[in-house]
């Protein structure tokens, strides 16, 4: 049995009984006012994180999402765009997309703004996704990516790319590894299935996502998620496992490389009141600026004496530079 296939018969079993715990199904979902989430979908809230962010989702945005799980994000993203087929769901797995249904056919009951017609739930998998080239505005998944192998991770990325609009937004949220995860845990398709092994680092994620096309990435959280103790796993150590939430644009990627926000900022303390670098970052005297990864180490290598760059703080939300 291939670890996919695992995977289906996994989800198979925790859309009949839901698995309270299975991953950060203790976090609070999103708070939003009028927005009231089933208790059987907080039960199936199988993800490590959000995928959803208020500030991406104005304009009613059409929203693809992957692996429907109990529904619960799907129902939030429906609280941004409240029209038909605003959401298309994408699940492999009937018992699961059955599940999200009986779900969302609640929330009516609990949600008057709500209609089931906002949200279309599709068969269909992370490698084949059943919507045109450039249609969504949003493509999201949370906490399914992360147990692919790494060339079927590289396949649903470029899925996601095509389907995307121009400036599209491709939102995420997966469990990745503080060092590389070894071969015996990444080869046990059960625990693949449960989001504990199929981690990759920091390092290794994003390059995936840039390696497809996406110009620009943006970093919401990192957090702590797992940790998998060294008496448990057959560890030398213990292995702490953190949550990343990520936006990334499809944007063309700038000569220099892709634009990769994870919170820094520069600080130009000359004696001059502002410093120009000539490539368009203008940076006031004292007051920090946001800038990406990129960027930071140029300005830190051309003025090391005169430009702080402050560490990455894994929270960003915009109005930076490159």
């Not at 104005?58 to 992957?66: E, F, H, I, K, R």
């Not at 799907?74 to 797995?93: G, K």
């Not at 790319?161 to 937004?169: A, D, N």
Request: aromatic residues 8%; glycine residues 8%.
């Amino acid at each position: 049995m291939s670890y996919l296939e695992t995977a289906a018969q996994f989800y198979n079993e925790v859309a009949q009984t839901p698995q309270v715990g299975l991953c950060c199904v203790q976090s609070t979902p999103l708070q939003l006012p009028g927005l009231k989430i089933p208790r059987k979908m907080q039960e199936m809230n199988y993800g490590c994180g959000t995928t959803v962010h208020p500030t991406e989702l104005g304009n009613q945005p059409t929203v693809l999402y992957v692996g429907v799980g109990g529904g619960l994000e799907a129902l939030q993203f429906a609280y941004f765009s409240q029209r038909s087929s605003a959401v298309i769901v994408v699940d492999p797995v009937a018992e699961m997309r059955q599940a999200a249904t009986r779900n969302l056919e609640i929330a009516v009951l609990e949600n008057p703004w709500f209609d089931t017609s906002f949200v279309e739930i599709r068969e269909g998998d992370a490698f084949n996704l059943p919507v045109a080239d450039s249609s969504v505005d949003i493509v999201a998944q949370n906490c399914l990516f992360n147990i692919f192998e790494p060339e079927d991770l590289t396949r649903a990325l470029q899925e996601a790319y095509r389907v995307l609009k121009p400036g599209g937004r491709l939102q995420m949220s997966d469990p990745i590894a503080t060092r590389p995860i070894p071969q015996h845990l990444q080869k046990d398709e059960r625990l693949r299935a449960m989001c504990l092994s199929g981690a990759l680092t920091y390092e290794e994620y994003i390059q995936h996502i840039i390696n497809v096309g996406f110009g620009q990435v943006e970093i919401r959280a990192r957090r702590p998620y797992r940790l998998l103790d060294s008496q448990t796993y057959n560890l030398e150590e213990n292995l702490l496992l953190e949550s990343l939430d990520s936006v990334a644009f499809k944007v063309i990627i700038p000569e220099d490389g892709a634009c990769v926000f994870t919170g820094k900022t520069a600080i130009y303390a000359g004696s001059e009141p502002f410093f120009d670098d000539g490539a368009g970052h203008i940076l006031q005297r004292g007051i920090p600026a946001s800038v990406c990864d990129k960027t930071a180490a140029k300005l830190a290598a051309l003025m090391p004496d005169k430009i702080m760059i402050t560490d990455s703080t894994w929270h960003y939300k915009g109005g930076g530079c490159c």
